[in-house]
């Protein structure tokens, strides 16, 4: 069993900056892969961004690379998404995810998720 709580939302101008963070609890957290999804209202969930249990793999939607930066500490439980130059379009509801690397395109592919943080951003 995995439980994770994300933070770090808010309202924030068009071109600022946000860090998201995903807490977890239980101990096989380690194991899992992780995703970043988002949600915009009248839209479909869609991964943002995934890593690997190691770190050592990430992968990203095309909306948000090279603006975006998923990182992990297996130490602390933490996972983080930092978003840099945040677009209107980026206004969603993110949430974070545990699964598998090899499912991590589909919200299929995560046997746990948080209950949500709300990004929004204005132009």
């Known amino acids: 069993q995995v439980q994770l709580v994300e933070s770090g939302g808010g309202l924030v101008q068009a071109g600022g900056s946000l860090r998201l963070s995903c807490t977890a609890s239980?101990?096989?957290?380690?194991?899992?892969?992780m995703g970043w999804f988002r949600q915009a209202p009248g839209k479909e969930r869609s991964l943002v961004a995934a890593?690997?249990?190691?770190?050592?793999?990430?992968d990203y939607a095309d909306s948000v690379k090279g603006r975006f930066t998923i990182s992990r500490d297996n130490a602390k439980k933490l996972v983080y998404l930092q978003m840099n130059s945040l677009k209107p379009e980026d206004t969603a509801v993110y949430y974070c995810?545990?699964?598998?690397?090899?499912?991590?395109?589909?919200?299929?592919?995560?046997?746990?998720w948080g209950q949500g943080t709300q990004v929004t951003v204005s132009s």
């Open positions: 995810a545990a699964g598998r690397w090899s499912g991590r395109y589909s919200s299929d592919g995560y046997d746990y």
């Open positions: 239980g101990r096989t957290f380690s194991t899992y892969a």
């Open positions: 890593i690997s249990w190691t770190g050592g793999s990430t």
